[in-house]
């Protein structure tokens, strides 16, 4: 099994709200990553996660708030987001921090009105 | 200033037509080059890692290939389902962790 799952697929939310984005692997990969993707341009890296610790802040926001409950899932929490947040988020998974041959999920599609 | 660079930005290739798409690089120190394919609304696909300058990887119609500055993508004889966009992407050694810097990407039509 190859496959990073992100779930939802699609989601809108209002400046207001408070919504999670969930990403869950079973290859047994040890590093975790929250990437931002906008149209036409490549993945942005937001947050690495390694051996269930965040090693790694791209000095984002805090209104993005990662989390890492366990080895195999990565949560993303959403609260007070601009319209400039909107974006595709792409979780992505490797074995380890140093190798970053990453396996990506499909994204969660978000839109913030 | 680590950068890394693709071209063309787009290329329109007639099915059978073959062709490379070029992936240039400079950073302080390379641990590893990537190739990823991406669709439309997904999430990128990983195709290759290329370690050391003379180093080749092949599969099916691809063949990814490494230099001291560059790399480059080869189609051969590509179908209308390799249409999408390449990605490149460089591990380069950081001063307090290993950086993944990813190109701009260039995006690839394969027409009938």
């Known amino acids: 099994d190859t496959e990073v799952t992100q779930t939802p697929k699609h989601l809108v939310m209002g400046m207001t709200n408070k919504k999670s984005l969930k990403c869950e692997q079973h290859m047994g990969h040890r590093a975790m990553y929250w990437y931002k993707q906008k149209a036409k341009k490549p993945p942005e890296l937001m947050f690495v996660y390694s051996y269930e610790k965040l090693s790694i802040n791209e000095s984002v926001p805090s209104r993005f708030s990662p989390e890492c409950p366990n080895s195999s899932l990565l949560n993303l929490h959403l609260h007070a987001l601009q319209p400039e947040d909107s974006a595709l988020y792409l979780c992505?998974?490797?074995?380890?921090?140093?190798?970053?041959?990453?396996?990506f999920g499909q994204g969660t599609r978000l839109t913030v009105v | 200033e680590d950068q890394v660079t693709q071209s063309p930005e787009a290329l329109r290739l007639q099915e059978g037509e073959s062709s490379s798409l070029n992936c240039s690089y400079t950073?302080?120190?390379?641990?590893?080059l990537f190739w990823y394919r991406q669709d439309p609304g997904k999430g990128p696909e990983f195709l290759f890692t290329?370690?050391?300058a003379g180093e080749e990887k092949e599969k099916e119609r691809l063949k990814a290939t490494l230099t001291k500055k560059e790399s480059f993508l080869h189609i051969t004889a590509p179908k209308p389902e390799d249409s999408a966009t390449y990605l490149c992407?460089?591990?380069?050694?950081?001063?307090?962790?290993?950086?993944?810097?990813f190109g701009p990407g260039t995006s690839l039509s394969v027409i009938p």
């Open positions: 992505a998974s490797s074995a380890d921090r140093v190798q970053t041959e990453a396996f």
């Open positions: 290329l370690y050391s």
């Open positions: 992407a460089v591990q380069a050694r950081g001063t307090s962790y290993d950086k993944v810097i």
């Open positions: 950073v302080s120190g390379l641990r590893g």
